[in-house]
């Protein structure tokens, strides 16, 4: 998760809060509470182990110590942490998965040379779909 260091945290959803809707940052996003809707950062997003996040998620990178319900889609690196639960579908270029972490779902892995298209990550597509537009 080293590439978006340099990419400052924008915005934080706090321990007992919770969001209905989509949430739009260019800088990085926490979820230390509940979001249902759609998460999208041109940096980096961070569930914590308290968050939870019933949603799809966008990001250039994005890590997971809480629970996600909801595709992700990133474009460099995604991460599990060992807390982790995951239920849904992964497009990724790198993906790490820590022991004791819980996926269920597909993953696709992206090659370096592989650019995303628009299509690939827009949320009203499903992951099968963005796979197709190649």
Do not use: Y
């Not at 007992?16 to 989509?22: E, P």
């Amino acid at each position: 998760m080293s590439k978006n260091k340099n990419i400052e945290l924008s915005t934080i959803i706090g321990k007992g809060s919770k969001i209905t809707g989509s949430l739009i940052a260019k800088g990085g996003i926490k979820i230390d509470g509940q979001i249902e809707g759609k998460i999208e950062s041109e940096g980096f997003i961070t569930i914590s182990a308290t968050g939870v996040a019933n949603s799809e998620i966008k990001a250039n990178e994005c890590l997971v110590s809480g629970t996600v319900n909801g595709n992700i889609i990133v474009k460099d690196a995604l991460e599990l942490d060992k807390t982790a639960n995951l239920t849904g579908d992964i497009i990724a270029k790198v993906l790490k998965i820590h022991t004791g972490a819980v996926f269920n779902g597909n993953s696709s892995m992206k090659s370096e040379s592989k650019t995303f298209s628009k299509s690939e990550i827009t949320f009203n597509k499903n992951v099968e779909e963005a796979e197709d537009t190649g």
